[in-house]
């Protein structure tokens, strides 16, 4: 899969064109001139620069064809997901949201309601991540939280309203807007919520979508709101918009503050950078 393109002049307005090898044959996709407006305040950009809502047009359309970021559950029962969203997040690596989230289902752990302490000493024993022993953050506290999550659970009237659902999953221990939109985008596909954190907020700022005075704390609703029309601007679903920008910028950001010394950077990049670290810290002091 290898994008290459150019800018096409002719009747009608300016446009660009994006090829790419999928599966053998070379698609085509059009695109607006990058000066156009995508959303008020919000240009297009160039598909081939990083990060431009060109760009994440021409990558979304690309796993589309490849079937990726499709499918995005991480459990196969409402009570699997919820165990793997409330174990995730809150500044954790991804690795050792999932390390913990598999040794308590592998352990049968996520049926019916387990008790807190059996929980908790499961999730304080060291995780094996990459050759490494690593220890879980506040293995204490998320027991607590995914035992009274289970017990709720158990007699739990799920809504057929994708908002209605997120919105009456806030009402349980441990989980905030962030954490129940991430468990009802990833348990029903949904395309009417998004997971606003701390990666989706850096990429919505460097193309203007967020105003740096909003944060998911505080205004996570409208942030929210933004990102839905931003989807609906690009023609493509939320829900796996969302998780490819997601895994996008964390790889990113893995690559620039590891090697920023021998990478040239795009002014986009090193914004990134320069707002990693208070954007973690961020992160880390919002509500779950």
């Known amino acids: 899969m290898g994008p290459s393109g150019r800018a096409r002049e002719g009747a009608g307005a300016p446009m ?9 044959t070379i698609e085509r996709l059009e695109l607006p001139d990058p000066d156009e407006l995508v959303l008020p305040g919000v240009r297009w950009g160039a598909f081939d620069e990083l990060l431009t809502p060109a760009y994440w047009r021409g990558q979304a359309w690309q796993h589309e064809h490849l079937g990726t970021y499709g499918c995005l559950r991480l459990g196969h029962t409402l009570a699997e997901e919820v165990a793997a969203c409330l ?5 954790m690596k991804a690795e050792l949201g999932l390390a913990a989230f598999a040794r308590l289902r592998d352990r049968g752990l996520l049926q019916g309601a387990p008790r807190e302490d059996v929980l908790e000493h499961a999730l304080a024993m060291p995780f094996a991540i990459r050759g490494h022993a690593r220890r879980y953050r506040f293995p204490r506290q998320k027991a607590r939280y995914l035992a009274a999550c289970l017990e709720r659970l158990d007699d739990f009237m799920e ?3 994708d908002v209605v ?3 009456r999953l806030t009402e349980f221990p441990g989980i905030g807007l ?8 990833n348990y029903r596909g949904s395309n009417s919520v998004a997971v606003i954190d701390v990666h989706i907020l850096r990429a919505g700022r460097c193309i203007g979508l967020f105003s740096p005075a909003l944060d998911a704390q505080r205004h996570y609703c409208t942030l929210e709101d933004a990102f839905l029309c931003f989807a609906s601007a690009l023609d493509t679903g939320a829900g796996m918009l969302d998780g490819l920008m997601w895994d996008y910028m964390r790889r990113l950001v893995a690559i620039t503050t590891s090697s920023s010394s ?4 795009t002014q986009q990049l090193d914004l990134l950078v320069d707002n990693h670290q208070k954007s973690a810290a961020a992160e880390r002091s919002e509500t779950i």
């Open 16 to 24: 660009q064109e994006m090829y790419s090898l999928i599966g053998g």
């Open 178 to 185: 962030k954490t129940a939109s991430w468990i009802v985008r």
């Open 159 to 161: 809504p057929n309203d």
């Open 262 to 265: 021998r990478l040239g950077r």
């Open 87 to 91: 174990l995730g997040g809150f500044g």
């Open 165 to 167: 659902l997120r919105d």
